[in-house]
Structures are given as structure tokens and as C-alpha cells.
């Protein structure tokens, strides 16, 4: 079961992003992506392992975000990969069979390819601009994520990305996705975690997202 709220790691240095992580699973996220960019992969590697150490003594999932190698190295959850990344067939070949494989979707075309490569969620996004996402085109918005879901029809779990912040969350769960991505509302205040939950994981919101489902079988 992948979890509805994904944190995605910020910081400016590499230790940040590990205070960060701490954070976060402090305040109980389930899920961390450690997303490190214009970094070598030793320096990955080597954050990554301090990652692991953290997030395992929470019991919180640890998603690798484009070193699929790293993610296999430090026996990480699973990896999560770009559109520009590497493949997730290959991926797999360097994975467990436990550890999870998600990638970037922007499109419907983009979700159906990475659902033929057998990824265990998809990306997908960005909701509006934000600038970790910003060679993500087009923004999709509420009608996006409608039409998109609609037309899959996929049991593949979906997860919303890009600049999503908490008064977007309830619209955007009634579209029918599974869960949130959140990178910097989080970060800005690791105490509205539950708060986020709570508002994913919501009864009414559920009831009518089962109701979505149901529709789209």
C-alpha cells in the first residue's frame, strides 16, 4: 500500500535535507522522498545512508528520487523517477522485488507508458507551477487530473505533484487520486502534517473518492 502524503525533501545542503527528514518524520509523515539535485552520486549515497538511518527508526518509507543504484545500495523503500531519468525496466533489474518504483507523469500518454514499464505509482503533475517542477508542461489544474483519471482507469495508485498547498487538498482528492506530494508547504511548517493527513485521509472525501472509482470501472 503506498502511502497518501509523500515528503519531498528540501534543503539547500545536504544536511538540510536531512534535518528536514528528521523533521517530517517526526511529525509523522509515513512516506520521504530524498530528492537531491546537482549533487554527485557519492554525495547521495552518503546522504542517503543517514536517510535510512533516520527514516527506519520512525518506520517511515524512504523513496530514493533518480538514483535507482543508491536506492538499491542503501536498501531504501524504493526509487522515484523522472521523466528524463532512467527507465523503470531497467531500474527493476537493480532493485528488489520489494523496493517500489514510481515515476513523473505530466500527460495521459506519459501515464499509460509508465504503466506498460509496471511502476508501482505515478506522479503526477504539476497541479500549478512551482519551480521544482518547472520542465513539467502543462499545468494540469483540477480538469486535468479529471480527465486524466478518467480516461486511465488504472488501479495504479496516482499521486498528485506540484506546489500543492492545504486549501488545494480537498478538491484535488475528489478528482480520485490517491494520495499528495508536498514539498514546500510542508517545509515551511513541519506541524501541519497531521492537519494534511487528516485532510487526504478524510471520511467524506473517501466516500466520494470511492464513489469516483466506481464510476470509472
Known amino acids: 500500500m503506498i502511502p497518501t502524503l509523500h515528503y519531498i525533501s528540501q534543503g539547500k545542503t545536504p544536511q538540510e535535507h536531512l534535518e528536514n527528514i528528521q523533521k517530517a518524520c517526526t511529525s509523522g509523515v509515513e512516506l520521504v522522498q530524498l530528492r537531491l539535485k546537482k549533487q554527485s552520486e557519492k554525495v547521495v549515497h552518503e546522504t542517503a545512508i543517514q536517510a535510512r538511518e533516520i527514516t527506519a527508526k520512525y518506520q517511515t518509507r524512504l523513496i530514493i528520487n533518480d538514483y535507482y543504484k543508491v536506492a538499491a545500495a542503501v536498501k531504501a523503500d524504493g526509487v522515484h523517477l523522472g521523466k528524463t531519468d532512467t527507465s523503470p525496466v531497467i531500474a527493476r533489474k537493480a532493485l528488489a522485488s520489494w523496493q517500489i518504483i514510481g515515476g513523473t507523469a505530466n500527460t495521459l500518454e506519459d501515464c499509460e507508458a509508465l504503466l506498460t514499464k509496471n511502476v508501482d505509482y505515478i506522479g503526477l503533475g504539476p497541479f500549478k507551477f512551482t519551480e521544482t517542477k518547472e520542465n513539467l508542461r502543462p499545468v494540469l489544474g483540477l480538469n486535468g487530473y479529471l480527465t486524466i483519471l478518467e480516461e486511465l482507469n488504472t488501479s495504479v495508485p496516482i499521486i498528485a505533484i506540484g506546489g500543492i498547498i492545504a486549501d488545494d487538498i480537498t478538491a484535488i482528492m475528489k478528482t ?27 471520511g467524506p472525501i473517501q466516500e466520494e473518492r470511492w464513489i469516483s472509482e466506481e464510476k470509472r470501472k
Open 176 to 202: 480520485g487520486v490517491h494520495g499528495i506530494a508536498i514539498s514546500g508547504e510542508i517545509t515551511r511548517n513541519f506541524n501541519s502534517i497531521p492537519e494534511l493527513k487528516k485532510l487526504i485521509n478524510g
